[in-house]
């Protein structure tokens, strides 16, 4: 097929909009998107620094090179990459090989945070340790922590991650099936900034996961492939799938869940407008109670290693 704006060859079909796009001109496309997006959530100011949350796949990788792309002009403005180190052996520490090269030659300062210098666990450790809840429930919980923290010792004004469209979908639907508004309040970007929680931006969030696996292939980002082992244990799966049937049956589903969730956040955000963030007795990080969910889960390790 070719290309509806120009007569090369398409590398992709658009469903939802209808359109075959050459590769300049997809590129052009999520390019323009992305850039659209980040200034609709952000107003960067001279001195600001953006810390990027790595993991290494595509998703994340890409966010980082977009914005070291999008921002080249703007040489007032900062780009820190930090990767959380969950300790999953034969995993993360493959990713960061391919990670930390990529990151020197795209000339983003990188740095690694381990959940052993911070919690005391690795992933492997914690998995053994405690067989009732799924290493999800611990990995995401640690990831936003260390994430958080690790945004404050490098003076970060913002965390960019990279949720794609697919993702910010699950999201929305997961919460929803909960019927937790509270946490739908506080789904990023953040338009609110917290004491003590750097605000999350996501430069991706309207973009599907195709399109930014197809955007890494034509740029030549190096990401890594492989998928977390603990992976086929998180409950997200099942959201996944639903979301992804939707989509197939009627491309433009997961925008219209966005759209749908973009229009509501104001009066989820004015119920939720007195929300106060408490201060962790343990180790001081913002908490909605006394103890924050990684002091938690760390005496819960704890208590099951004393039995």
């Known amino acids: 097929m070719k290309c509806s704006r120009c007569n090369k060859d398409a590398v992709i079909y658009v469903r939802y909009n ?15 998107r992305v850039k659209h997006e980040l200034r609709n959530q952000v107003n960067l100011k001279p ?10 796949g595509k998703d994340s990788t890409t966010t980082a090179y ?9 040489r007032d403005i900062e780009i820190i990459a930090v990767t959380i180190d969950e300790g ?15 990151m020197k030659k795209i000339g983003i300062e990188h740095h690694v945070f381990s959940f052993k210098d911070y919690f005391n666990y690795t992933m492997d450790e914690i998995s053994r340790i405690d067989k009732d809840l799924v290493p999800c429930t611990y990995c995401g919980v640690f990831r936003r922590n260390l994430l ?6 490098l003076n ?30 506080r789904l990023g970007p953040h338009t609110i900034i917290k004491e003590d929680l750097v605000p999350r931006i996501q430069p991706l969030r309207k973009i599907p996961e195709k399109e930014v696996l197809l955007y890494a292939i034509l740029n030549n980002i190096e990401f890594y492939h492989g998928t977390c082992p603990y992976a086929d244990l998180a409950l997200r799966n099942q959201f996944r799938e639903a979301v992804d049937n939707w989509e197939n ?6 925008h219209a869940i966005l759209s749908v969730y973009d229009q509501m956040k104001d009066m989820l955000m004015q119920k939720y ?22 002091c938690e889960l760390k005496l819960r390790l704890e208590n099951i290693q004393k039995v």
């Open 156 to 185: 970060g004004n913002y965390v960019a991650t990279g949720l794609n469209l697919d993702d910010t979908a699950q999201s929305i639907i997961m919460n929803f099936v909960r019927g937790d508004l509270d946490r739908l309040a």
């Open 47 to 56: 001195g600001d620094r953006i810390i990027v949350g790595v993991s290494g």
């Open 148 to 153: 958080n923290i690790a945004a404050k010792k």
């Open 66 to 74: 977009l914005l070291k792309k999008i921002l080249s002009h703007r």
């Open 273 to 294: 407008k007195d929300f106060k963030l408490n201060k962790c007795e343990i180790c001081g990080e913002p908490t909605v109670g006394k103890i924050c969910k990684s």
């Open 249 to 254: 049956r009627s491309p433009g589903s997961r």
């Open 88 to 102: 999953i052996d034969g995993y993360r520490n493959i990713a960061l090989e391919k990670l930390i090269p990529f």
């Open 18 to 32: 209808g359109e075959h796009l050459c590769r300049e001109h997809f590129i052009e496309f999520l390019e323009s």
